[in-house]
């Protein structure tokens, strides 16, 4: 099922990827070729009964809807479906909603529509891949049961503080709880009371049942429920013990038949207890009673595997702080153009191919890493490179007035129509037709970049000076004859003449030698538009390592606005339509204020070249 699905992966060599490494050798092997999968979640019988599973691999992308997608997510989102795609494989979008605390709609639709944005879905083989971790609460139940009888969990009447005070630390070994030596019987009546809301939160929990003295801390009888009275977005109020991620993660994973469940690297202590919950869940005992229990999973089991989690410098990718930075006002939203949130930076003018390409390039490797920014920006201008149509903008405008406008033309309010191609042709690719041509006027006043003034030049200046020959762009060469000033000497006018038969594009446009050529806008057709120049939204590169306080870091000239003219072109832009300004960098019509109310609206995405840090 290659659909929907971006190919832009396919063609180049693969960066280091220890995962595709993995997976060559389980196809090798066919480690996953004889699984059955029904269609839809399961246990064991349930996907007995269905067909050979069409997909070679199962992977899964599983958010907790407590937040916004940031640039962290994307690498996740990329690699698990980008392995599905290459590997003949399904990626699944799980909600893992196993929190009912922090978690709301308006997440899940803000995630589904942006692992849609980044180019991915989850419909293959007929069907839809996305689940919600909270449908499993009465097959996750079941376990604990089972569990509880084979002898392999009880319930832990301690206290917050006794529990984590016996369980112990690195050096030293854990304490049992006393309650630890209860028959299957008592927790099993226990745990039903916990169900039924007889106990208030808090009061116990159910514990694995494994070594108290294990050096993995994960080992020593991790919790698997807790009561917690919590309206749940999806069950609402059916239950008030909710399992622990740490119990909930490994058997979403095989229930919906995944392969390879990669998670990144803090998770790797988590692993022995991901296989030892699995393990007891699918293979079938006797208990002393006679009675024959277990069998729940099917083998192969899922496997874990875990990657570096990507850090971006000057940006923070941890969910609560950039809630923080949201609900305390830093920024206008999580959509704000700041922010590293993939809403943020669709907003900012990112493209989908640009953040696949970041993450595909950086692979994925058993450490964390730092990726610095200007990687990112540098995917960006590869991508835009090639798409964004050219236009003129001044953005520190100053106006120009060519003085024998009148004389040649025969009237002052005389315009002449330019035309320039919307790309140059080294940016039109082979074979390919360029888009059609740019159209804006010349006349007797036009607006110019007021550094592109100098009365008195600094060395090796070549723009405008008294005396000076300079193109106006698509335009005509003019020849600079001064400037008038206010009273505090600020330049209010550039003066010039227009030197006839210049014009680009014409027989005469070579018949003098300009010694730069300039951006401009003509005051006839030129838009005032607002222009909204960003910067990084902190100042340090790593904004909270060390547990430092991010909010000091906080770069305070992030935004700056001003007020631009810019061609006709630019104007009639779509919204999120991009473009490269000449000489300015990319810029981007903002997706929710620009054609509002007629107003011209442009985010700068990023320079023309890596600015950053310098
Ligand atoms: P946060 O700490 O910001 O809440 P999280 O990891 O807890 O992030 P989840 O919603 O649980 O957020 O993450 C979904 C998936 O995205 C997980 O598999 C997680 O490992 C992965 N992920 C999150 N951040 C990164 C990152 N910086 N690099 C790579 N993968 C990430
Ligand atoms: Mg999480």
Redesign the pocket.
Known sequence: MSDHRPTDAAAKPAPANFLRAIIERDQQAGTYEQRRFAGSPGDASHHAAGQPDPARVRLR????PN?YL?I??A??ICLNFGLARDFGGVCHLRF?DTNPEKEEQEYVDAIEEMVQWLGWNWDAHGTSHKFYASNYFDFMYQAAELLIERGLAYVDEQTPEQMRASRGDFSKPGVDSPFRGRTPAENLARFREMRDGQHPDGAMVLRAKIDMASPNINLRDPALYRIRRATHHNTGDKWCIYPMYTYAHPIEDALERISHSI??LEFEDQRPFYDWLLERLAETVTLPDGRQVGGLLQHPLPKQYEFG???LSYVI????KLKQLVDEGHVQGWDDPRMPTLAGLRRRGYTPAAIRKMADDSGASKTNSWLDYSVLEGCLRDDLEHKAHRGMAVLDPVKLVLTNWAEVFGAPGYTEPCTQPALPASAVPEGQTPPPERQFLIGNEVWIEREDFEETPPKGYKRLFPGNLVRLKGGYVVECTGCTRDANGQVTEVLAKVIPDTKSGTPGADSVKAKAAITWVAVADGVPAEVRLYDRLFSEPQPDAGGKDFLQALNPNSLKVITAIVEPSLAAAQPDQKFQFERHGYFVADRKDHGVGGKVVFNRVTGLKDSWGK
């Open positions: 992308f599983p958010p907790e937040g940031h962290g997510h690498k996740s893992d998670c990144t989690r990507l850090n990718t941890s969910k609560r």
